[in-house]
């Protein structure tokens, strides 16, 4: 059994673009046409990628690395959304319930806001907690500002055994 408790986890990934131009940009599950996707083993969603480091790390299961590793042909041209369904699944077997996660993306096109619902019940599904997504402009600063990649940053919080049902006896949503 888990500790009692709440514990929070950080997540970070970043992909450079890819030079295939029939590679898709997936983000947070959406598919986005005519877009440059990134490159990667997987179908190299960087928001979900954060968003399953953070789960993992706040339940102490180390990276997401150890769970999918980039040279397992099992995981190639993977959907993101079932590593992160897989990852919840992992974080729920270990005793800990996701409870959010917090995620920024930074990107310069496309526009992200008027896919952010879509992106954020697709993730919220998968991971069966809700996932809340930001995205930020790079500004033209730096890497991301010559567009060379995307990166994304989380949180994600997870509750124990107890503080489920402290949270149950008070009328909170489990
Ligand atoms: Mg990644």
Do not use: K
């Not at 046409?33 to 179908?43: F, K, N, P, W, Y």
Request: charged fraction near 25%; proline fraction near 5%.
């Amino acid at each position: 059994m888990a500790e009692h408790g709440m514990r929070v986890g950080q997540g970070f990934d970043i992909h450079r673009y890819s030079d295939d131009p029939d590679r898709p940009l997936v983000l947070g599950g959406v598919r986005f046409e005519g877009q440059r996707g990134l490159h990667g083993h997987s179908d190299a969603d960087v928001v979900a990628h954060a968003c399953i480091e953070a789960l993992l790390a706040a339940a102490g299961l180390g990276d997401i690395g150890q769970l999918f590793s980039d040279t397992d042909p099992a995981w190639a041209g993977a959907d993101s959304l079932e590593l992160l369904r897989l990852a919840a699944d992992a974080v729920r077997d270990a005793g800990w319930d996701p409870v959010n996660v917090s995620c920024t993306v930074v990107i310069d096109a496309p526009r992200i806001a008027p896919h952010r619902d879509t992106m954020q019940d697709r993730l919220n599904a998968a991971a069966g907690a809700p996932i809340n997504i930001t995205a930020r402009r790079s500004e033209g600063v730096g890497a991301l500002g010559r567009g060379e990649g995307v990166a994304a940053w989380a949180v994600a919080l997870v509750a124990g055994p107890s503080d489920r049902q402290d949270r149950a006896g008070s009328g909170e949503p489990s």
